[in-house]
């Protein structure tokens, strides 16, 4: 490959209200571009999209305009925001004129070192505008929500190591509505800018090769990339490549982005299934869905961080092929659908056909995840547990979805999918063999809880014993029915 004087070597970037040029290599990411435009608010702390350091805001296109967002500066490859729009701590505010998040901090000693301060407010940011919030309040029961409607959940992404979280808390549950003449609020009310079709070269020191970043305009033409270049990294959110790339040092000569692709951003509702794009993040997804699949609903709140989930796919998640990926084991449990698409045609797998080894799939080279689709009607009982370390924002040891279906007291279907238990996600047969046709009781559950012990084949690891992930999913059946009647008792009285 030879770069030409026709091929695109720089792309833009609006930033503060700048328009600012770039022409970096493909792997080169937002948080370094921005810092050496001398915009060093945004700091690296892990380089692994844990700790919000480097938290920015970028406008995303919403339902009726767009929506400012939060995401990892340090994970998103700087060319994926060609033609965006973002907004950095600077862009908020100054010295002389502090934007109402920065004033509330400082007021309420909310920073201390400074280091993660930054990042938390733009994360504060972010949920400040968010349109659904209301500084009278809000009912969301599962949220931690304060007064003034302020999910802190917006801040999960966000580690400070100094200051301590209450301050914090404070400053966030201060904030009332923005001003009328608030810029960035009235920016909302006008949708983010439209994809830019992006096919940049630049050189990849220090191997002097030529690197590649390309977004392609439609499906069809990310297809048609692919069939030509197999071997090219395909990113979404980049929350794994990103990884690889800064830990790992993971270089690629061609990335293609598909994460503004159209036909892979729907949400479709059909007579007998739901289809859900794959390049739509999950944070998207869970504002779409609004809890009408429970088992998913239970998910995204323990699926990292808001900043991940801001740019993480459903469909990125499957693609790793990992054995510990939070979302298989909800979609095993309903009985999920992937829509493969290639220059050949499309083809509909099994999700529970899709794993065929550790990190391996059925899908082809040249292949896409376009779609998720999930059986309807939904079971009747469902849940999702995950087992970790921390309650949030940590990878599990044991992921179990459960979705049962209960008729007159009997089970009449079972299906329970797992991870971090086997070298691939897997569904838990015996189990659901066992279960189906026998009655919802606890002697039914502690006989399926002894067969649940025993799938999958767990191993010692650096997370938990293989001891200890067979006790918890024993445990889990039994969680999971407690949960279930603590749901229906209340029910049961209403009537």
């Not at 998040?101 to 990042?119: F, I, N």
């Amino acid at each position: 490959m030879s770069a030409e004087n026709s091929l695109q070597t720089d792309c833009q970037i609006t930033v503060n209200g700048n328009p600012l040029d770039f022409n970096g290599p493909p792997h080169s990411n937002a948080l370094d571009f921005l810092r050496n435009q001398g915009l060093v608010g945004s700091k690296e702390g892990c380089a692994e999209g844990e700790c919000g350091a480097c938290a920015i805001l970028v406008a995303r296109t919403d339902a009726d305009g767009s929506r400012w967002t939060s995401v990892n500066a340090c994970l998103v490859p700087a060319a994926a925001l060609d033609g965006q729009e973002v907004v950095t701590s600077e862009g908020l505010g100054s010295v002389e004129n502090l934007h109402p998040v920065q004033e509330e901090m400082a007021d309420r000693g909310g920073s201390q070192c400074g280091y993660c301060t930054p990042g938390f407010i733009c994360s504060m940011a972010a949920e400040y505008y968010r349109p659904e919030r209301s500084a009278q309040g809000t009912a969301e029961p599962d949220h931690e929500c304060g007064p003034n409607g302020f999910d802190l959940h917006a801040l999960s992404g966000n580690l400070c190591r100094c200051t301590g979280y209450r301050p914090i808390r404070d400053a966030a549950y201060a904030l009332g509505e923005p001003a009328a003449d608030d810029p960035l609020a009235a920016r909302q009310s006008n949708s983010a800018p439209a994809p830019v079709a992006t096919d940049l070269y630049t050189a990849d020191t220090p191997t002097g090769e030529l690197g590649r970043f390309r977004r392609p305009a439609s499906l069809s033409e990310a297809l048609q990339i692919l069939a030509d270049e197999p071997q090219s990294t395909v990113v979404a959110g980049s929350t794994d490549w990103g990884v690889e790339v800064n830990i790992k040092g993971a270089r690629a000569r061609s990335v293609v982005a598909i994460d503004r692709l159209e036909e892979l951003r729907q949400i479709r509702w059909e007579d007998d299934f739901l289809e859900i794009g794959a390049s739509l993040t999950l944070s998207e997804v869970e504002r779409h869905l609004a809890g009408r699949v429970p088992l998913l609903g239970q998910l995204f709140g323990q699926f990292a961080s808001r900043l991940i989930r801001n740019s993480a796919t459903i469909g990125g998640n499957l693609g790793t092929g990992s054995p510990i990926g939070d979302t298989p084991p909800a979609l095993l449990a309903l009985e999920a659908q992937l829509v493969l698409t290639s220059v050949q045609g499309q083809r509909v797998v099994e999700l529970a056909q899709y794993f065929t080894g550790y990190r391996q799939t059925v899908r082809s080279a040249g292949e896409l995840i376009t779609a998720i689709r999930i059986p309807l009607p939904l079971a009747t009982h469902t849940s999702f547990q995950k087992i970790s370390k921390r309650r949030f924002d940590d990878i599990s040891s044991v992921a179990v979805g459960y979705a049962l279906t209960v008729v007159d007291g009997v089970i009449s279907t079972a299906r329970i999918g797992l991870g971090g238990v086997a070298a691939t996600p897997l569904r838990a047969v015996a189990t659901e063999a066992m279960l189906e046709g026998k009655a919802w009781n606890i002697t039914t559950i502690r006989e399926a809880a002894a067969m649940m012990a025993e799938e999958g084949t767990p191993m010692d690891d650096h997370r938990a014993s293989a001891k200890y992930r067979k006790a918890m999913l024993a445990s889990s059946l039994e969680r999971f029915y407690a949960q279930q009647l603590a749901v229906q008792a209340p029910m049961k009285e209403a009537k």
